[in-house]
């Protein structure tokens, strides 16, 4: 699958932010380390990045804006409504929803849902399995209650994990680029 360029606009291109996503992606990120970026921040970061290394139905992208839905991270919500400003998501201008429940994010093509809310991702990923949506959590067993990306914290650093057959279930393309740099991939190409 061919990698698009989704992101546009100055900041990205130039400036500290872009070495810091690239290292973000490759590596992973200290979860407490002396740089003043909050775990949040470092999430919100890898939640505005994985759009570029996936591929929605056409038809989902017909939307008036990339949608991306969270709950009960607000700290997140905050960090990414400040790292969107007017750039672009598969040419859409970028709406970040904070929801209370799993059901608002019936239109969103991305969910990031915070931890310690397994019980209401198990239930509300079940009810939503048909639509295309990118389901994101931060828990310990996260892939297992259905999310298709899963949010951990190795040697300190943070990094992600893909349960292809959720991404799959979807309806969404993934890139290899981004599984390359998962910490674990489960399900097969």
Not at 175 to 185: G, K, P, T
Request: with cysteine; hydrophobic share 50%.
């Amino acid at each position: 699958m061919a990698r698009r360029q989704v992101i546009a606009g100055p900041p990205w291109s130039s400036g500290r932010l872009l070495p810091l996503l690239v290292s973000l992606f490759l590596c992973g990120f200290p979860a407490h380390a002396a740089v003043p970026y909050s775990p949040a921040a470092v999430k919100a970061a890898f939640l505005f990045r994985f759009p570029g290394y996936m591929e929605w139905p056409p038809e989902t992208l017909k939307a008036s804006a990339f949608v991306i839905a969270v709950l009960g991270a607000a700290d997140v919500a905050e960090q990414l409504q400040g790292l969107h400003g007017d750039r672009l998501v598969h040419d859409l201008p970028v709406q970040v929803r904070s929801v209370t429940a799993v059901r608002e994010a019936w239109d969103a093509h991305m969910l990031y849902i915070g931890g310690g809310h397994a019980e209401a991702a198990r239930i509300g990923i079940a009810a939503l399995r048909s639509r295309p949506l990118l389901v994101i959590t931060d828990e310990e067993k996260g892939l297992s209650s259905g999310s298709a990306v899963n949010f951990l914290t190795l040697d300190r650093r943070i990094r992600f994990e893909v349960s292809l057959q959720a991404v799959n279930q979807a309806g969404i393309d993934v890139d290899a680029e981004m599984l390359s740099v998962a910490a674990r991939v489960l399900g097969a190409r």
